[in-house]
């Protein structure tokens, strides 16, 4: 199974300001995804991030606000924009499982938890 | 647009119990997972059906699909505390891995 990393694990945030959440996988992957748990709720898709492309975002999320980076097969970074109290959540990234082996499973990350004041 | 519904969204069991959860889907899909969430932690794998008819089993926990029903369940066979966590089902939206999840089933097992 892929090791996933994220960075920071938590981090308390002003309004307006911009965090930059890391997303590391221990091995390559074509597509990782970017979730968003807000509190005690289910996970909702941000986007799917694949390298050498633009992400694509589901319904209700834009790249200004959202923007993110994939830069190689092992990495992914998503900003949160222009922070308000609403984006108060965790947010995951995930991966399918590597090709060849494939145990059709999706992997998370241990997840980062945000607080904005 | 694809929905997922779970219930029961609350479980208070007592141990050595047995019961279901249900997780039914609104459109075809071609995978169904099943996760748990312990508090302050992210996702565990514990399923993945591919199949209709597909049973897969991991201790006392057991999990199906029917795809014709468009339904899924989590058995879980005599209950013990350690299985008080959170449990979410999720859909492959269109085999491109983008999983629609269930609300989630927040499972206490009571000594």
């Known amino acids: 199974s892929a090791v996933i990393s994220q960075k920071p694990s938590r981090d308390i945030c002003q309004r307006g300001t911009s965090l930059t959440i890391q997303c590391q996988v221990d091995s390559q992957v074509t597509m990782m995804f970017w979730y968003r748990q807000q509190p005690g709720q289910s996970l909702t898709l941000i986007a799917t991030?694949?390298?050498?492309?633009?992400?694509?975002?589901e319904s209700g999320f834009v790249i200004d606000k959202f923007p993110i980076s994939r830069p190689n097969l092992t990495f992914s970074t998503l900003t949160v924009s222009n922070m308000s109290p609403e984006d108060s959540s965790i947010y995951l990234c995930?991966?399918?499982?590597?090709?060849?082996?494939?145990?059709?499973?999706?992997?998370f990350g241990p997840g980062t938890r945000l607080t904005v004041l | 647009e694809l929905k997922v519904e779970q219930n029961p969204l609350f479980l208070s069991m007592q141990e050595g119990k047995n019961y279901t959860i249900y997780c039914n889907y609104s459109t075809t899909s071609d995978r169904l997972y099943w996760y748990r969430q312990d508090p302050g932690k992210s996702l565990e794998s514990l399923f993945v059906?591919?199949?209709?008819?597909a049973v897969k089993q991991e201790g006392r926990l057991m999990a199906s699909l029917d795809t014709k029903a468009r339904l899924s369940t989590l058995h879980i066979t005599a209950a013990v505390h350690d299985l008080s966590a959170t449990y979410f089902c999720?859909?492959?939206?269109?085999?491109?891995?983008?999983?629609?999840f269930g609300a989630g089933t927040i499972l206490r097992v009571k000594s």
């Open positions: 991030a694949n390298q050498g492309s633009e992400a694509t975002y």
């Open positions: 995930s991966v399918e499982d590597l090709p060849g082996i494939s145990t059709d499973t999706q992997y």
């Open positions: 999720a859909v492959d939206r269109e085999y491109g891995n983008k999983l629609v």
């Open positions: 059906l591919l199949s209709n008819g």
